[in-house]
């Protein structure tokens, strides 16, 4: 979730939060079989980014999501 | 049998002497003494944190010391020269080097926690996996798993040092910390963050 907190100098160097560009053809399961090994805990990646996510099976090429 | 004169002139110089001597020694009792408050009040800082400045100092004064209580009076003084602007360099190195300590401390306090919640988080959800991902196997998990039981001790190890005032030991314990989370981060398959590479 974005974080409206002002942030300390330095802080985003700090950010641990691991990202993932869709490519074309990738979906929330396929992903999570990358990352996970499991297509069903595609659940996890939704929810991690459900502020940029409405539907699980609608994500654009290009968009960069957190993967937990 | 000396001169009457002879015995004059030796009874005056004895005298002279004793003069002198009084004078050196009572100024190489007021150096001392100002000294010994000078050390007595400078502060545990910069014993901790200026430890190469400050023994030359605590070296000068106990060679006054001893040079007094042999009666050389002149060489108490001169060990004692210039040691009020030493201890005042001493403590504005001590200032210095806390102040670049606790700032090292607020930036890794800030971004461990980080690391070891993505951590905890990745391991957490392949602990639920049905199969691991390509490159992974479960010894690694198992050993992200241990590594990072041991990473939030140490962690807390650091807490305990920086709340103690040691600020030296918490701040290597916590470079400990970040470097065990940055190998762990990358055994799964995770990109560290940039601070993690800085240089300590």
Not at chain 1, 12 to 40: F, M, R
């Amino acid at each position: 979730m974005p974080d409206d907190k002002p942030k300390a100098p330095g802080a985003d160097a700090w950010d641990a939060t691991q990202w993932h560009e869709v490519q074309k053809g990738e979906t929330l399961s396929k992903i999570a079989q990358k990352y996970y090994g499991d297509p069903s805990l595609y659940t996890k990646i939704f929810e991690a980014n459900k502020d940029t996510i409405k539907d699980p099976n609608l994500i654009r090429i290009g968009q960069k999501l957190r993967i937990p | 049998m000396l001169r009457k004169s002879s015995r004059f002139a030796l009874v005056i110089l004895a005298c002279g002497l004793a003069v002198g001597c009084g004078k050196y020694k009572r100024l190489a009792d007021t150096a001392i003494k100002t000294a010994d408050t000078a050390v007595a009040s400078a502060g545990d800082d910069v014993v901790k944190y200026a430890t190469d400045q400050w023994q030359p100092i605590v070296d000068a004064v106990s060679s006054a010391k001893a040079s007094y209580a042999k009666g050389d009076y002149k060489a108490a003084i001169a060990s004692l020269q210039d040691i009020g602007p030493k201890i005042q360099a001493a403590q504005a190195a001590a200032s210095a080097k806390k102040t670049e300590l606790e700032n090292a401390w607020t930036n890794l306090s800030g971004g461990l926690p980080q690391m070891m919640d993505a951590i905890k988080s990745r391991v957490d959800i392949l602990s639920a996996s049905k199969k691991l991902p390509a490159g992974m196997d479960k010894a690694k998990l198992e050993s992200a798993k241990s590594g990072l039981a041991a990473a939030t001790s140490d962690w807390s190890a650091a807490q305990d040092a920086f709340k103690a005032g040691k600020l030296t030991d918490a701040i290597a314990k916590a470079n400990s910390v970040k470097d065990q989370a940055t190998q762990i981060m990358q055994s799964l398959g995770m990109t560290p963050p940039p601070a993690a590479a800085a240089a300590k």
